[in-house]
């Protein structure tokens, strides 16, 4: 599930560099006399924001408007990419996203936004008071409101003036989370009410799964207590802390070595120093939204967890274990450092609530939240190997484009496009995150969640998406599409990769068989996984905002295939040919999506 993309605002600007690949082509041209190189001494931002004002026509900016850097993307060929948020006489502007892109030289080559449409709202006077807003937000998310705040809401077709409020506590949220409500300053409607928090599991999921009477029961793998793989060292030579090396017996995935902290000759913690710090607590049964309350794991051998859940620190080590190899997989593919790519390392807390049976990546926290299952339907820990991959990619789009649903119905579920290519993104490079690890103990497959004990063996899959019978998930783009429940909606991008990577047909790999059928009975020739992989990234990094829905998807990755490629090579061509396989094309692509 999405949270709304306002917090971006507080993102510090960084500076990322992209996976070292062949240079190709930019990917749109512009006449001569809007390339004006900057001089050299401008800075991109500063030379990417007075572009975006120099050509207004096509970037919608103008008089009123503020651009704020969020991100500024560097490429091996020099070009450059700076991820903007608006706001617009000095008012934050929902869904006014855009990335400037810029040439080798600082020329202007284009844009990519999510309005597209002007900003300026039709009445600046607020008709309703922010304490009204604040009463109608608590109303409306059952909590308790914070401070409104004005902003401009341009997500849906039009910009209105409108009171954005965060609702702690909600009742409307599953496992009372937070939730930020939108409320418009002239009628008091509620534009919107999103939840804060990135649940794994559904409230339509777990409704289906109640109607079917079907619990989710999940095998463990079986490790002994481990034995401690640090080399102790002379005492006195030792200045603390140092790195040392671990062991812990996990949940899932049998023994695992772990990187960790030596704060004193017999003390050590949960904490990676080689992963930028990246640390694992404890929430004590508690909903903490604050790593800073959550209770640190210590030990005084370096040996963490003994396979079951008697002890507390078992499914820490697989949380640990889940967010190194996530981040070890966005190092070593993309060089990104860290979710936000800026040098931190990532956080996690288990034992989250009293009865959870969820995971999530909640953004204001900025860690991954595990329960211990409800007791009935979710009979142990969401802490598995491909969810958290999954949870923390949506850190990962919260960073970049911010993909958003398009609405949100008073039981939580999701709909929209926007937010179901967020979903399958997760499911893509979650997927890629059990390819990395190649943990014989849970081998890399694609599918999701095929650990949960679930009785169709997998919560989704990416050869054949409607196999999924739980959440309806669909093979094709239809214009029904615009407005399925996300998860469901997933299918189409994420059949695209998968065709796009493996190819139609029958296939093996591993000991999973795969079978993936294509809109128009066409036969699809697959690039490879690591091609189609380092495709959808760079799209999401560079040509995906807020709004990007299935069609703008396919225009993204054909941008980055040209970037990467070449606009006439075969992995181009097969981008084309994988988005039409699932009925995703030029010629259907609806007049007006936004």
Not at 66 to 77: C, K, S
Not at 383 to 404: F, M, N, Q, S, Y
């Amino acid at each position: 599930m999405r949270r709304p993309h306002i917090r971006r605002m507080a993102i510090a600007v960084v500076v990322t560099t992209a996976v070292t690949l062949p240079v190709g082509p930019a990917f749109a041209a512009v006449p001569d006399s809007a390339a004006r190189p900057a001089t050299p001494a401008s800075s991109p931002v500063d030379v990417a924001r007075a572009a975006a004002f120099a050509h207004a026509s096509a970037t919608g900016v103008g008089p009123g408007d503020t651009l704020r850097a969020t991100d500024v993307m560097t490429d091996p060929d020099g070009k450059r990419h700076v991820r903007f948020v608006r706001s617009h006489q000095g008012l934050p502007v929902l869904g006014g996203d855009l990335v400037i892109h810029l040439g080798g030289q600082s020329a202007y080559l284009g844009v990519t936004r999510a309005a597209d449409h002007s900003v300026e709202p039709s009445t600046t006077e607020a008709k309703l008071t922010a304490g009204q807003a604040e009463q109608k937000a608590a109303a409306a998310a059952g909590g308790d409101a914070g401070t409104a705040q004005l902003v401009v809401d341009a997500r849906d077709g039009a910009a209105a003036l409108a009171y954005q409020v965060r609702v702690s506590d909600a009742g409307t949220a599953s496992d009372a989370g937070s939730r930020t409500v939108v409320v418009d300053a002239a009628t008091g409607r509620i534009r919107s009410n999103n939840p804060d928090s990135d649940e794994f599991i559904s409230p339509s999921l777990r409704e289906k799964l109640r109607e079917r009477g079907e619990t989710a029961n999940p095998a463990t793998g079986a490790a002994a207590q481990p034995t401690s793989l640090f080399a102790a060292t002379a005492a006195g030579s030792v200045h603390y802390p140092v790195t040392a090396t671990g062991s812990g017996a996990s949940l899932f995935v049998g023994k695992v070595a772990l990187t960790t902290t030596r704060t004193a000759r017999t003390s050590y913690l949960l904490k990676d120093p080689t992963r930028w710090n990246t640390e694992t607590r404890d929430a004590g049964g508690r909903e903490l939204e604050s790593f800073a309350r959550g209770k640190k794991f210590t030990s005084t051998t370096d040996k963490w967890g003994t396979g079951t859940t008697a002890n507390r620190a078992t499914v820490a080590v697989d949380a640990q274990y889940g967010v190194t190899k996530t981040l070890d997989f966005y190092k070593k593919t993309f060089g990104r450092k860290g979710i936000k790519n800026n040098g931190t390392g990532a956080r996690a807390m288990v034992h989250f609530g009293k009865k959870v049976g969820n995971a999530f990546w909640d953004s204001t926290c900025g860690c991954m939240l595990y329960g211990d299952g409800d007791g009935a339907m979710f009979k142990k820990p969401l802490v598995v190997l491909d969810v958290t991959g999954h949870e923390l990619t949506h850190g990962v789009v919260d960073a970049t484009a911010a993909l958003e649903p398009t609405r949100v119905d008073r039981d939580g579920n999701q709909y929209g496009e926007p937010g179901a290519l967020n979903e399958s993104l997760a499911d893509i490079f979650g997927s890629n995150v059990e390819f990395t690890a190649n943990n014989p103990k849970n081998p890399p497959n694609y599918l999701m969640g095929e650990k949960l004990g679930l009785a169709q063996k997998f919560l989704r899959r990416l050869d054949h998406p409607s196999l999924d019978k739980l959440e309806g998930t669909i093979d094709y783009w239809s214009p029904a599409a615009y407005d399925a429940e996300v998860h469901a909606g997933s299918g189409v991008s994420s059949h695209a990769y998968y065709l796009l990577a493996e190819g139609s047909g029958r296939k093996t790999i591993g000991t999973v068989k795969y079978e993936s059928p294509t809109y128009d009975g066409s036969s699809v020739t697959g690039i490879g996984r690591a091609k189609a992989t380092a495709i959808f990234y760079r799209a999401l990094t560079r040509y995906m905002v807020s709004t990007t829905d299935f069609h703008d998807a396919r225009t993204a990755t054909l941008k980055a295939a040209a970037d990467l490629y070449g606009a006439t090579g075969a992995e181009h061509r097969a981008v084309d040919r994988a988005w039409a396989a699932v009925n995703v094309t030029t010629a259907n692509t609806p007049a007006a999506r936004h």
